[in-house]
């Protein structure tokens, strides 16, 4: 079967190289079902500007759509519209969160003929099976929903793999690998932190999993090989999370004189002695969702974390030359003009390190979520239409907001001032040999001064038509 997996991004990001990252979610899946015998090709929005209508001489059986929510699914529906037109016999299903968390809303769209729900690599090959062959029967594929004679059915949940190792490696000749700015890996999945804007614990039911240290030394060792990468980007909740797993990855990556670095995120804790083997491994960069300067915050949204953790955590990071980047939540619901000052301070303690403000989102489903509907802070949207313009709280309702907008845009303008510059001033100041541990450092500068000058070059509107909004 001819089978098409789609990665709906926003338009702009073909225009925003830097930004791009591996579709690993689809990589996974692709692989689980060329094994099974299928032939699979990935259309991926962030590096590839072809539209539908271009697949059309090929004529996929199956088109699946990794969904997000906000506006990434406004270019879902516009284009399973598009592929539903072009090929009237096409069967389409969406997967990722938006779709398992909301299915009987996303399903009722007649251009949806099948939505995923949890796990997506063996379903999606069980699907397949069943479109070829008609086995198995479509209610014994658990996570699938589907509708039987316009009636939306959601088969019994899927079982997340107990043992991420059985899993092929992600299908990395499905992509044009160079065009990706951050060679990302995928290597655990789930988190136990209960965090209350956060879709994991919604998503993921307690599970975690992770791939060994063996296996994801093994993926780097081919991406390098292979590809010639030298850098390679964690993209997933806590790489940190599974403190034996870590320690014996980067004993392995020590061990075989890796010539490829690494950066990942984290939760706040990281002892010294975790933290020197990771730089001796090649670690040089570590995110780290902070939220909140507000003690106050972090208990409300149950971080489980302290400030002097974190203030620990940083110095720890700097002494071992790894550059620390700090995750920033504005325009939380409650949050008064006190505590976003807490939050100003402790940047400003820190000797503001790299950093980034990502205003509040109300994922469907999550704690936070539930908290915004019981307090009218927001009102359900009606449509999966009307998904596409959950951005942020603040812009469906901006009254919510206890700190005023000219504080708030004003901290994210002097975000947007330094941005590319205070990598470079906090290691100066706090880590002057940083840049000598980047191989080779002369080249990874000019690296950074291309990107510099490529995000000026290519922002999508003028500056100050963004204001209160991360570009």
């Known amino acids: 079967m001819k089978i098409l997996l789609v990665n709906p991004a926003r338009k702009h990001l073909a225009t925003f190289g830097h930004h791009s990252v591996f579709p690993n979610s689809l990589l996974y899946i692709g692989a689980v079902l060329e094994k099974a015998g299928h032939d699979v090709r990935i259309y991926d929005n962030q590096v590839d500007l072809r539209g539908p209508k271009d697949f059309i001489d090929w004529g996929p ?282 939050t100003q301070d402790l940047i400003k303690r820190l000797d503001k390190p790299p950093y980034q403000y990502m205003p509040y989102n109300p994922f469907p489903g999550t704690a936070l979520y539930e908290y915004c509907l019981k307090e009218g802070l927001l009102k359900e949207p009606a449509s999966l239409a009307e998904w596409a313009n959950v951005v942020t709280l603040r812009a469906i309702n901006p009254r919510y907001l206890l700190v005023p907008p000219v504080l708030l845009d004003k901290a994210l303008d002097d975000l947007r001032d330094m941005y590319f510059l205070r990598p470079l001033r906090f290691a100066l100041r706090h880590m002057p040999l940083y840049f000598t541990r980047l191989k080779p450092w002369p080249k990874e500068l000019w690296k950074g001064i291309k990107r510099f000058i490529l995000y000026f070059n290519t922002r999508p509107v003028a500056e100050g038509k963004l204001r209160g909004q991360l570009r």
């Open 61 to 342: 059986q199956l088109v699946g759509f990794s969904v997000l929510s906000g506006p990434n699914i406004a270019e879902a529906i516009q284009q399973t519209k598009e592929f539903k037109r072009y090929l009237p016999d096409v069967k389409t299903v969406w997967g990722n969160v938006h779709p398992s968390v909301l299915p009987q809303q996303t399903i009722a769209e007649e251009f949806i003929d099948y939505l995923c729900v949890g796990a997506g690599e063996y379903m999606m090959a069980e699907l397949a099976s069943h479109l070829e062959t008609g086995s198995p029967s479509i209610d014994k594929i658990k996570g699938l929903a589907w509708k039987d004679d316009g009636k939306v059915v959601v088969n019994a949940p899927s079982e997340f793999i107990k043992n991420l190792d059985d899993l092929p490696d992600p299908a990395w000749h499905l992509i044009d690998v160079p065009k990706y700015w951050e060679k990302s890996l995928n290597t655990s999945r789930g988190c136990p932190s209960k965090c209350t804007f956060c879709y994991s614990p919604l998503f993921y039911r307690g599970y975690s999993g992770d791939l060994s240290a063996a296996r994801i030394v093994s993926q780097i060792e081919h991406l390098h090989t292979t590809y010639g990468v030298k850098f390679v980007r964690f993209f997933e909740d806590t790489f940190t999370c599974n403190r034996e797993r870590l320690r014996e990855f980067c004993r392995l990556m020590i061990e075989k004189k890796m010539p490829v670095q690494w950066d990942c995120d984290s939760r706040i804790g990281l002892s010294d002695e975790d933290i020197g083997l990771m730089s001796k491994a090649g670690c040089v960069s570590v995110g780290l969702g902070i939220e909140s300067g507000s003690p106050r915050i972090i208990k409300f949204i149950k971080k489980g974390i302290t400030v002097k953790a974190v203030e620990e955590t940083i110095e720890r990071l700097a002494r071992h030359k790894i550059m620390p980047r700090l995750y920033f939540i504005a325009e939380l619901p409650t949050e008064t003009v006190e505590e976003f000052k807490e």
